[in-house]
């Protein structure tokens, strides 16, 4: 997924830009690992932590294994058009967790925070990790969703996998896939 570029055997992504989209499901306390990963392959990650991911995570512990501020708001200090940088400057966009709530967004195009304008804004590769309850993951509405992502805005969607569930009853699909296979994928 990554564009090619001559890269340092040690640090095969160094300078690479990768924006890590982390939304508001259980699975976001994995993502922290994604971007420590990320880090020590030479990427450079912007992490942009929506309201509801933070309620799971917390930027802090992004910046402490990015060494790069994490975002959260669309209007900050930072300026009015901070979703225009990240997505000029991503090499790829990873949404992960992507749940039910935000692929649904991204499928109608919504821009209202930080991770839907700047997927809106992006001209990069955008990969969309799924993560929710199985009965989610199933319902029509949600499936509609995934191959609207998938085939008109030409995401590519990784997962999700199948195994035991936080949430709900037993396993089936719906798990987000590990840090290493995200890494795989993008």
Known sequence: MLPGRVLHPRRPWEG???VLGVTGGIAAYKIVQLARDLTRLGAEVDTILTAGAQRFVQPLSFEGVTGRSAATELFSAEGAALHIKLGSEADVVCVAPATADLIARAAQGRADDLLTTTLLATRAPVLICPAMNDRMYSHPQTQANLRHVSEVLSYRVAGPGTGPLAVGEGS????ILE?????EEI
């Open 16 to 18: 690479r830009r990768i």
């Open 172 to 175: 089936g699909p719906g798990r």
């Open 179 to 183: 840090p290493h296979e995200i890494v």
